[in-house]
């Protein structure tokens, strides 16, 4: 059973930076895709920043030029986020598609609890 869990979150100030990180556990075999999304009160879930299982990288339009999204390990997932704007309090999510062939299995996507970030 694949379970993740973000931490790195907080409250800080705007042009602020943040590393947000993703444990995976129990994938012990497989190949999958990994991506963050966030989402602020109100508002839809969004996609941040996303790697595929070749590590093809795709960003979202408030995500370029100051998010980076990197694998540390086999284990790790990692989003570096740099001049932190307020627009971007949202609770920030890191997910993983399973593989079905050569396809992110979005409907099988499991999903981290959340870690808060807040910038005033």
């Known amino acids: 059973h694949v379970q993740l869990v973000e931490s790195g979150g907080g409250s800080v100030q705007t042009g602020d930076s943040l590393r947000l990180s993703c444990r995976i556990s129990?994938?012990?075999?497989?190949?999958?895709?990994l991506a963050w999304f966030r989402q602020a009160p109100g508002k839809d879930h969004e996609g941040v920043a996303g790697?595929?299982?070749?590590?093809?990288i795709n960003y979202g339009d408030s995500a370029k030029g100051r998010f980076t999204i990197s694998r540390g390990s086999d284990a790790t997932l990692y989003l570096q986020m740099n001049d932190l704007k307020p627009e971007d309090t949202a609770m920030y999510y890191c997910?993983?598609?399973?593989?079905?062939?050569?396809?992110?299995?979005?409907?099988?996507?499991?999903w981290g609890q959340g870690t808060q970030v807040t910038v005033s």
């Open positions: 997910a993983a598609d399973p593989m079905t062939g050569l396809l992110c299995d979005s409907h099988n996507r499991i």
């Open positions: 790697l595929d299982s070749d590590g093809e």
């Open positions: 129990g994938w012990t075999f497989g190949s999958f895709c």
